[in-house]
């Protein structure tokens, strides 16, 4: 019997463990095999200050790769009547540790951090990406990525990888196949 419940409390933590991110990603039920073309609305740039060259760099490499990662997928994107459009949401404020999986850095460098007493609390970085449905301007999936990195930790390799972080779920084009009969 006790042997049970050690194993039943051991199985439920690791079950915590193992959990995605509590942060969503599709938000809305959308018919995803109309969607062929996009088109990148714009990048936000909240919170802290940055500096001039941060913010000019955070809004060229937001376009540039989702973009490119969303070309990857398939899906084409265009200048005007685009079937969905993305957003970019850059934020920097003060947090206090953050999850170990937050980090692009992985769990390891995040929980070797936690020692310093700097790490407790510091200027981070926040992403969100989101997309919309160009129709309505319904949000349809958001990913939120809190605390991705440390504002001092800023480099255009640790923007690229959390950009592509952002969307590496979001799934690639549905092909229609024209021999196929239309249930509508």
Not at 91 to 110: H, L, Q, W
Not at 172 to 177: N, P, Q, T, V
Request: charged share 30%.
């Amino acid at each position: 019997m006790k042997y049970k419940l050690i194993i039943a409390l051991v199985s439920v933590l690791l079950a915590g463990c193992v959990s995605n991110s509590p942060h969503s990603e599709f938000v809305k039920s959308i018919t995803f095999s109309s969607l062929e073309s996009f088109s990148f609305k714009h990048t936000l740039v909240t919170g802290m200050d940055f500096r001039e060259s941060e913010e000019q760099l955070l809004e060229n490499l937001s376009e540039e790769v989702l973009v490119s990662e969303l070309e990857k997928r398939g899906f084409e994107p265009v200048e005007t009547g685009s079937d969905f459009y993305v957003v970019a949401k850059w934020n920097k404020a003060v947090s206090s540790y953050p999850d170990a999986f937050d980090s692009i850095d992985g769990p390891a460098a995040s929980l070797n951090r936690r020692d310093n007493p700097s790490y407790r609390f510091a200027s981070r970085l926040h992403l969100t990406v989101e997309i919309y449905e160009t129709a309505t301007r319904n949000l349809f999936w958001r990913k939120e990525l809190p605390n991705i990195f440390d504002a001092v930790q800023f480099t255009e390799e640790r923007v690229v990888e959390s950009l592509q972080r952002a969307v590496k779920n979001f799934p690639e084009r549905i092909k229609k196949d024209p021999s196929l009969p239309d249930i509508e």
